[in-house]
């Protein structure tokens, strides 16, 4: 996990701290949320590049 978040390189567009990879967010499906919860409140969509390699994916389609 903690590879796959460098890769997405996310401050937070809000005060500036780095973003985590919460497991579950509110919607049940995972979401990066800022590092300085619960004081800072954004969260966002994890990028469709690092769900597939959290699923096991070793290649993206359309880059095989």
Known sequence: ???LME???NH???CG???V???KGKNG???LE???APECEHSEPVPMDVKLRMQGATT???FE
């Open 17 to 19: 701290k780095p973003l």
């Open 12 to 14: 937070c567009p809000d």
């Open 29 to 31: 499906e995972p979401c």
């Open 1 to 3: 996990k903690r590879r």
């Open 7 to 9: 890769q997405a390189q």
């Open 34 to 36: 800022c590092s300085q």
């Open 21 to 23: 990879l919460k497991e």
């Open 60 to 62: 993206l389609p359309g």
